[in-house]
């Protein structure tokens, strides 16, 4: 009989040239569409099951947040994080270091698990943006990162999303509930002073790969 771990919500950011949302379905649905022009968050509802557990996941496909100025209740409502930026637009890797900067100063350390994704790496002709930079940028944080191609294949979205749902998992049986709520602390005053400086934190070494 599988065990069944209580609801994980998943927050999915970054720029809306990283194929965030491309990813997200990739995983959810194994099929590929390269364009999307959503306006708004969407949020997906998914079963999975693996390590002999059952989870209820939703993932929260989030929309020009920094427009918006909805970033705050996200960070709250989340208890896992997908950070994505394309490895083709340096822009997109600065605002994804923005974001784990954000993450990383507003929750509890250890409260969330926060996964780093660089997506587009079968775009090796356009790549901006190296792999041991995205390596460098997770060691900084504190995170795990992967390298993925929506475009082919969704055999690294799958491996990326459930090792963050396995994170989340983890914390969900360890931590009780009040400490998780406590975990998103004092967003508001964060988001005000965050972007623009760097964590100087030094983190131990998370996973990471390129698939």
């Known amino acids: 009989m599988k065990m069944t771990v209580n609801r994980i919500r998943v927050v999915v950011l970054g720029s809306p040239r990283s194929g965030k949302s491309a990813v997200v379905v990739r995983y959810l649905t194994k099929r590929y569409i390269g364009e999307y ?13 693996f390590d002999g557990a059952v989870s209820e996941v939703e993932i929260l496909d989030t929309s020009n947040c920094a427009i918006r100025g909805c970033i705050g209740d996200h960070v709250r409502w989340g208890d896992a994080f997908a950070v994505v930026y394309s490895v083709c637009e ?3 890797f600065l605002a994804a270091a923005e974001i784990l900067s954000l993450l990383v100063r507003s929750r509890l350390p250890g409260c969330a698990a926060i996964t780093l994704l660089g997506n587009k ?5 356009a790549r901006e943006v190296h792999a ?4 460098e940028l997770s060691l ?18 799958a491996l990326a999303f459930h090792a963050l749902l396995r994170e ?15 975990a998103a602390y004092s967003v508001s005053k964060v988001i005000g002073t965050i ?16 698939i």
């Open 132 to 135: 041991e930079e995205g390596q």
């Open 37 to 49: 022009s959503s306006t708004g968050d969407f949020l997906y509802q998914h079963r999975v099951a």
């Open 140 to 157: 900084r944080f504190g995170c795990q990162f992967y390298e993925v191609s929506a475009a082919e294949s969704s055999a690294g979205a």
């Open 90 to 92: 340096r822009r997109s």
């Open 121 to 125: 790496r079968d775009l090796e002709h």
């Open 168 to 182: 989340a998992r983890a914390l969900a049986l360890l931590l009780p509930a009040p400490r998780r709520k406590l």
């Open 195 to 210: 972007f623009g400086k760097n964590s100087k934190s030094v983190r131990k070494k998370r996973p990471s790969l390129s």
